[in-house]
């Protein structure tokens, strides 16, 4: 079945991408299987192992120089072959989409660092940041439904990550808790709960549930997220912001409120993918200068889901 977008979603993606050819090519690929991406779990395994292992049945491609772990596989898959394989089931790799990958890539964590994963469940991207700790320092993964924390748990011990403490509080009452004990992070992830405009292609069903009126609240709420995060971090620490949405209102907003309220500069980033520069307005609102540097990725330009981050550097702590 295929699904087609909400007139008003519709309109407000060609506001976005205001290039007939380029919304067209949108259009097509929100409707097109994505290619089945791995993370090669490097606390287990180095990427040339999984492949000689993995070569055996699939074929197997590295499309990232400067990112070895990120393995496609490039074959007819039956449903299911994926996670079901026993590479997978000894966590040797992740199943994680490309565009997912970006923000523990930004955020580049480091062995023996101290790093808030605010939003964990359901794992993907702090396994990932445990294997560029190596499994050195900490992490403190949060959520707050307990279905979530068990997916979390299983995937964290899967993947053999022990490096990690769960804990399962709404974010900003943590943040809150944290910053009133003086418990100050190198790194925070902000993987915000969003509309998930971006997920067409894995979720179909975004197609009908989109509903323009729940953005301006999801807005509302990233920002508070933001704020609370913010009096968690170093001096010189470092926050990654990441959406799976197009929306503005959960982008731009939201680190232009950042860039105008807090000491805080954004980063020039450098990506495996495809990027376009965050936008400069949207309906009546003009957005600080430098959220530029903030990062669109569009599913037509790398053949990839729909993403958005920035990373934000904390010039002074906020008490």
Known sequence: MKYELKPRFKQRLQTLMP???DFK???????IPLKNFIRCNTIKLSPNEL????????????????????????????????GNSIEHILGYYYIQEISSMLPIIALNPQPNEFILDLFASPGSKTTQIASYMQNQGTILANDLKLQRIKIL??????????????????AIALCAKLSSSKIKFDKILLDAPCSGEGTLRSNPKTFLIWNNNIIEKLSRQQKKFLAFALKCLKQGGTLVY?????????????????????PVKIETLSLPLKYRPAIHQWNKEIFH?????????????NDSEGFFLAKLTLLEEIN
Request: charged share 25%; net charge negative; with cysteine.
């Open 242 to 262: 990441s959406t799976c949405t197009h929306a503005p209102e959960e982008n731009e907003s939201v680190i232009s409120f950042a860039l105008n309220n807090f």
């Open 51 to 82: 492949i000689n292992r993995l070569s055996k049945k699939w074929k197997v491609e590295q499309p990232f120089s400067n990112n070895p772990e990120i393995l496609l596989i490039n074959s007819q898959l039956q449903p299911g072959e994926l």
């Open 25 to 31: 090519n949108f259009e097509e690929i929100i409707h």
């Open 153 to 170: 748990s299983a995937n964290l011990e899967r993947c053999g990550v022990t490096n990690t403490i769960i804990s399962r509080k709404d």
């Open 19 to 21: 290039n007939e050819e």
């Open 289 to 301: 200068p430098e959220t530029q540097k903030a990062c669109r990725i569009y599913p037509q330009d």
